[in-house]
Nanobody, 115 residues
Framework: QVQLVESGGGLVQPGGSLRLSCAASRSILSLNVMGWYRQAPGKQRELVASITNSGTPIYTDSVKGRFTISRDIAKNTVYLQMNNLKPEDTAVYYC?????????WGQGTQATVSS
């Protein structure tokens, strides 16, 4: 079993920044991959960024150059630094991990970009 707890969402103006955190209940080096997904109202959940257990990051095109995924192995935590936020980034952001063949999801954290 893996528990994931997200934090760091909130309300920010366009051009602002947020940092999301995802704390895992086990070593993130034991997980195949950890990623951030988002779901906006009326839209499907989509991958935003992921990081493999070797540390390789992957980003969806719409966030490249603005978002950075990173990790703190000692804290079993993965971060998503979101800069130059746009209204279209508004969504519930979810952390996902895969342990073995099972996917685990966090409860989600709301990020709202609005003036």
């Amino acid at each position: 079993q893996v528990q994931l707890v997200e934090s760091g969402g909130g309300l920010v103006q366009p051009g602002g920044s947020l940092r999301l955190s995802c704390a895992a209940s086990r070593s993130i080096l034991s997980l195949n991959v950890m990623g951030w997904y988002r779901q906006a109202p009326g839209k499907q959940r989509e991958l935003v960024a992921s990081i493999t257990n070797s540390g390789t990051p992957i980003y969806t095109d719409s966030v490249k150059g603005r978002f950075t995924i990173s990790r703190d192995i000692a804290k079993n935590t993965v971060y998503l630094q979101m800069n130059n936020l746009k209204p279209e980034d508004t969504a519930v952001y979810y952390c996902r991990s895969r342990w073995g063949i099972t996917d685990y999801w966090g409860q989600g954290t709301q990020a709202t970009v609005s003036s």
